[in-house]
């Protein structure tokens, strides 16, 4: 019975999506891509390659399959990434390691058949989170196997509970979950799942590769001088109520870098105006003199934490969900984030081995920056701790390739 609300709702949402442009440009994105990957789906030859699917929410979920792609594309094996996402989509559809790019059209039976029977790929990854019934099933019937990647479960989580049986079948058609930690593997053998393997997350592999990049940015060299720098990254109005503060008050040898999640024109000058000291903002040109610079665009925050000597990431202040505070780690600098970290598994474990710490309001967001930033031999063992803790969890990858069949 549930299956076919599931599968009423799922029509109806696909028919009602067209009406939907109106509310905002990114819902617009959402709609007319999948009415575009649809007609790709009906007209593109894929036979004539061996395909691997890779499906990504967003964002971040495709930043942890990159470490997987980089290991399976060849020349015989062609990469074909969907995401659910337009913030996803819109900014890695031309990446070099995507063969082709594609919105996941709404999960209903006729759209499920349609992908697996035009791509017929020879494994599917459905990184971290997104569990589709309809894929799940179209997939299963073509005995085509379906990876779960970084997985992170939780007991108290809907494909547990004892009246969420659809749910459960679901994850059931799984072929095998690679899963964070043990305690997922707990949940899942408690549930009745054998296919599991701890087998990390492939954030960290991500993360470390890009330790042997080149991450110079010369407008931050210039921007920064000889002065300390704190850079704030994905950060959310919520953020900015616990740290405007510690920046008007700051001393004039300290820096900030500050890199919202939103990038719209309206956000940045409400946060500019917030402000009392000195501000650049990127696009406009970066001015050496100004105390705070904003990068209003998207491609350099990664880099950006190459030259933090503390870094804050957003979305933990509220419950907009925390942003990757691997990144920053891995470059040694100590990580600070908001207090609502529980679904987030590295966050506690980085805590743990002394690399993060959690800050509540804008008193011990201050109180928390400025100690670290006065004391150098605190602020370098924070930060060793986070980057030895990056190190130590390295590897996810290769033990996803050597167990994954296809």
């Known amino acids: 019975m549930l299956r076919l609300f599931y599968n009423l709702f799922s029509y109806l949402f696909e028919f009602i999506m067209p009406f939907l442009t109106v509310i905002s440009p990114k819902m617009k994105l959402f709609v007319v891509g999948r009415i575009h990957s649809k007609k790709t789906l009906q007209t593109a030859d894929f036979t004539d390659d061996d395909w691997l699917w890779f499906h990504c929410a967003s964002l971040g979920e495709f930043e942890q399959a990159v470490p997987l792609i980089e290991k399976l594309k060849t020349e015989a094996n062609k990469i074909v990434v969907t995401f659910f996402s337009p913030s996803g989509y819109e900014i890695k559809k031309k990446h070099h390691l995507i063969d082709r790019a594609l919105y996941l059209p709404i ?24 569990f589709w019934e309809n894929y799940f099933k179209a997939l299963n019937v073509k005995n085509i196997p379906i990876y779960m990647v970084s997985s992170n479960f939780r007991k108290n989580q809907l494909y547990f509970k004892w009246y969420a049986g659809f749910f459960k079948k679901t994850l059931k058609r799984v072929s095998h979950f690679f899963v ?25 592999d991500r993360v470390y590769a890009q330790l042997n990049m080149n991450n110079e940015l010369d407008f931050i060299k210039q921007f920064k001088q000889n002065r300390q720098c704190v850079v704030l990254g994905s950060t959310w109005p919520e953020c900015e109520e616990a740290f405007i503060k510690a920046i008007n008050s700051s001393s004039d040898n300290v820096c900030f870098v500050i890199a ?46 190459s030259e933090a000597d503390v870094a804050y990431v957003g979305g933990a202040m509220g419950f907009t969900g925390m942003h990757n505070i691997l990144e920053p780690a891995a470059f040694g600098v100590p990580v600070l984030v908001g207090p609502n970290t529980h679904k987030f598994p590295e966050a506690k ?21 400025f100690g670290l930033l006065e004391n150098e031999q605190q602020r ?17 990858t290769d033990k996803i390739v050597a167990e994954a069949i296809f």
């Open 349 to 369: 474990a980085l805590e743990k081995h002394g690399g993060l710490q959690i800050v509540t309001d804008a008193i011990s967001f201050e109180k928390t920056l």
């Open 380 to 396: 370098l063992k924070m930060g060793k701790s986070a980057k030895d803790f990056v190190e130590s969890q390295v590897g996810a």
């Open 107 to 130: 999960d209903t039976p006729k759209n499920a058949k349609l992908l697996v029977n035009a791509i017929n790929p020879k494994a599917a990854f459905f990184i971290k989170y997104d």
């Open 180 to 204: 964070q930690n043990q305690l997922s593997e707990q949940v899942l053998v408690s549930n009745g799942f054998e296919n599991v393997t701890v087998s990390g997350d492939t954030r960290f």
């Open 260 to 305: 919202p999640h939103e990038i719209k024109a309206e956000k940045i000058k409400s946060l500019k105006n917030k402000l009392k000291v000195k501000t650049s903002v990127f696009s406009e040109g970066v001015d050496p003199l100004s105390k705070v610079l904003i990068i209003d665009t998207i491609g350099y925050l990664t880099k950006i934490y």
